[in-house]
């Protein structure tokens, strides 16, 4: 997923609220920037409606052998 960049994840509950939408629904990004050697990572939960947190983003340094 774009550029091959980065990893895409779509998770949705088999549960299901009072409307009958998913009890949960997320879109998640995973990838790996080269500049930093950081693995990156941008998680939208889209059931929430509160917009853009900082909890959806998060990033950290890899430690131990690369399988890539």
């Not at 609220?17 to 997320?26: K, L, V």
């Not at 990004?29 to 941008?42: H, I, K, N, P, T």
Request: net charge negative; charged share 25%.
């Amino acid at each position: 997923m774009l550029g091959g960049n980065y990893l895409y994840f779509h998770e949705i509950a088999r549960d299901r609220d009072e409307s009958g939408d998913p009890a949960y629904d997320s879109s998640v990004y995973f990838g790996r920037d080269e500049a930093s050697e950081r693995l990156v990572c941008f998680w939208l939960d889209v059931t929430c409606g509160v917009g853009l947190v900082p909890d959806g983003l998060g990033c950290g340094k890899q430690s131990g052998a690369r399988c890539c």
